[in-house]
């Protein structure tokens, strides 16, 4: 089956760096990929949708400047956390399928804690 | 814009017992509905894609069905047991991938 690799699985930084967040699709090229968080006890949000060759679209209340992601092909897209604070701290997963009524495979998500 | 909702929120039962699982989404204009298994700390297992024509699919002891027009999907599980504690989503798919809340399942040997 469609394999997402993303990574790194965990990260530790301190306040102010900013992280990098690779989301690969392995065996399928991926025209449309999306980023969700996940804070404690709490659901699955939805960041943004990335597009292959696009700007991000991104949800209400999510900070573009700060959320930066990039889509160069079709089987990488990369969200990049600005400046991280204590609060960005979440679970992090991306997905992504083939066409738009195809199963969307997960990636196995980044715990990023913030110090 | 989509919302979905799951209930119950929290469910625990013992071993052996069947169990429904309840997800209501209000556009029925829809792509599919996906259901997922996340383990703490993990990332999402697909469990079963319902396409917008279809009622139902099957996997095993997993049984999900789609009534689009009233926005509701439910997740049967036959012979529930332990390893099948988890938190259980349920996802609709039309421009954007919408997630309930999930259920968190508990079986008790």
């Known amino acids: 089956g469609a394999v997402v690799s993303q990574h790194p699985s965990r990260v530790i930084c301190k306040s102010g760096t900013s992280v990098k967040i690779e989301c690969r699709s392995l065996?399928?090229?991926?025209?449309?990929m999306f980023w969700y968080r996940q804070f404690p006890k709490q659901s699955l949000m939805l960041m943004a949708t990335?597009?292959?060759?696009?700007?991000?679209?991104?949800e209400q209340g999510v900070e573009k400047d700060k959320f930066l992601i990039n889509h160069a092909s079709l089987t990488l897209s990369t969200l990049t956390v600005t400046s991280a604070h204590p609060e960005d701290s979440s679970f992090y997963i991306c997905?992504?399928?083939?066409?738009?009524?195809?199963?969307?495979?997960f990636g196995s998500g980044t715990q990023l804690s913030v110090l | 814009k989509q919302e979905v909702t799951q209930i119950p929120a929290a469910l625990s039962v013992p071993e052996g017992e069947n169990l429904v699982l309840n997800c209501s989404f209000t556009d029925s204009a829809i792509y599919n509905l996906q259901w997922f298994r996340q383990d703490p700390g993990k990332g999402l297992t697909s469990l079963l894609l319902?396409?917008?024509?279809?009622r139902e699919q099957t996997s095993g002891r997993l049984n999900a069905s789609l009534d689009k027009s009233s926005g509701r999907s439910t997740l049967y599980i036959a012979a529930s047991q332990p390893g099948d504690s988890a938190t259980y989503l349920c996802?609709?798919?039309?421009?954007?991938?919408?997630f309930g809340a999930g259920t968190r399942l508990t079986v008790k040997p």
């Open positions: 997905s992504a399928n083939r066409a738009t009524n195809e199963k969307l495979f």
């Open positions: 996802a609709v798919k039309d421009n954007d991938m919408r």
């Open positions: 319902i396409q917008s024509s279809q």
């Open positions: 065996d399928f090229q991926a025209t449309t």
């Open positions: 990335s597009n292959e060759g696009s700007k991000a679209t991104y």
